[in-house]
Nanobody
Framework: QVQFVESGGGLVQPGGSLRLTCATS????????MSWYRQAPGKRRELVAT????????NYVDAVKGRFTISRDNTKSTLYLQMNNLQPEDTAVYFC?????????????WGQGTQVTVSS
């Protein structure tokens, strides 16, 4: 059974930082490019960042470039997202999944996500 368990979210003031963690199980994590996604209230789920299976390449949406860093530990089947200089527009539920999961998911499941709220 494939599982994605996100954690590390919370309430933070503008300019603050959080580190999100996604523990995975049930599939060969090291073989998959992985992504972080987010869904703000009333909006569609969107891609935030992607890393290749060996961290040889990372990509970010323009809104988070220079502020967020995606990384992974293949020995722990875990994905991370370091978020710095957070802004109110970063408020959303954050999810991890395989690359391309929005349109062509490798597996049928999503985790519960972790809520990030940026507010003063």
């Amino acid at each position: 059974q494939v599982q994605f368990v996100e954690s590390g979210g919370g309430l933070v003031q503008p300019g603050g930082s959080l580190r999100l963690t996604c523990a995975t199980s049930g599939f060969n994590f090291r073989s998959y490019a992985m992504s972080w996604y987010r869904q703000a209230p009333g909006k569609r789920r969107e891609l935030v960042a992607t890393t290749t299976h060996n961290e040889g390449s990372t990509n970010y949406v323009d809104a988070v470039k220079g502020r967020f860093t995606i990384s992974r530990d293949n020995t722990k089947s875990t994905l991370y997202l370091q978020m710095n200089n957070l802004q109110p527009e970063d408020t959303a539920v954050y999810f991890c999944n395989t690359k391309g999961a929005l349109h062509n998911p490798a597996f049928g499941s999503w985790g519960q996500g972790t809520q990030v709220t940026v507010s003063s």
